[in-house]
């Protein structure tokens, strides 16, 4: 087996390699040389005969925290604290006034306050203020006309656009008995009327009425239309309540008992007012009285 041992040639400097005995031959070169003159390699070559560069390993450096990266992280959380503190204050701050401001509302719509949200700018017409007067005795508030008012029966008139009110309770004919109130509006405003219908089986021809109510008679003589069919007779009034009528519509609507005397031409007929008939005029009532207030808008 050949032996290699890796030499430099001393003539050249080049690696040679030794053969079997003690003679080699430089690759290089080609000098005959004996292996005693060879020297050993103290330091290992490079293909070119080089020693290889020893190569000194990289020194690490410890590295040092940079005092003036740490100022800036620590304002970065003291401005980060002070940002949520100021956020949690604002929002509490944004929910009192949300209470506030609910609690302004409900201060505005309570119970015969006018409704000033809207059209604040507008002042109150006389009418309105002398009705409001009359009706003191007739309460209502925000809750109360939104349930009347939703409750009540209504109809449109697709001709002239105005929408009548009515309690439910109330006749929708003429040949019916009753004493009831409804609410006319139209574009232009809004009125309350009250009827009158008197059905039987013989004539009065009736020419005014006395209400009683509360111990107080009220006069009334509106104008009556009549018809008739079937053997049965109706006489019946339509009419637009005025300012003087007002407080005796109020007395029939609260008193605890009231009745009607209806004078004819030649005869009179006294008809009591029943408890349905007094709580639909009071509904209606309300649902005027609300109106008035702009509970509506």
């Known amino acids: 087996m050949n032996n290699k041992t890796q030499k430099n040639c001393n003539n050249c400097g080049a690696q040679v390699f030794t053969q079997a005995g003690n003679k080699i031959k430089c690759d290089y070169c080609g000098s005959i040389l ?29 590295t040092k925290p940079d005092s ?27 929910n009192q006034s949300s209470y ?57 008139d697709p001709f002239s656009g105005s929408t009548v009110v009515y309690d439910k309770s109330s006749p929708r004919y003429v040949n019916y008995n009753g004493v009831f109130a409804y609410i006319n509006m139209e574009s232009t405003g809004m009125e309350l009327r009250f009827c009158i219908q008197y059905t039987a089986d013989e004539w009065l021809f009736i020419k005014n009425m006395t209400f009683n109510a509360g111990g107080e008679n009220f006069y009334y003589a509106p104008v009556f239309k009549t018809d008739n069919g079937a053997g049965a007779i109706w006489e019946w009034s339509d009419d637009a309540v ?13 008193s605890k008992k009231a009745k009607v005397k209806y004078e004819g031409d030649k005869y009179f007929k006294v008809v009591n007012i029943s408890k349905a008939q007094q709580l639909a005029l009071k509904k209606q009532l309300q649902i005027y009285k609300g109106l008035l207030l702009k509970y509506d808008k």
């Open 34 to 62: 004996e292996d005693n003159n060879l020297e050993v390699s103290a330091k290992p070559q490079n293909a070119l005969g080089n020693s290889t560069p020893s190569i000194k390993p990289p020194t690490v450096q410890e």
């Open 68 to 94: 003036g990266t740490g100022i800036i992280i620590v304002a970065f959380i003291i401005i980060l604290i002070f940002a949520i503190v100021m956020g949690v204050n604002n929002r509490s701050h944004s």
């Open 100 to 156: 506030s401001d609910t609690l302004l509302a409900d201060s505005i719509n309570s119970p015969d306050k006018p409704n000033t949200t809207k059209n604040s700018a507008d002042e109150t017409p006389t009418y309105v203020k002398t009705a409001l007067e009359e009706m003191k005795p007739v309460q209502v508030n925000v809750s109360v006309f939104k349930k009347l008012y939703r409750n009540a029966w209504k109809k449109k």
């Open 242 to 254: 005025s300012d003087a009528d007002l407080p005796m519509l109020i007395k029939i609507a609260t």
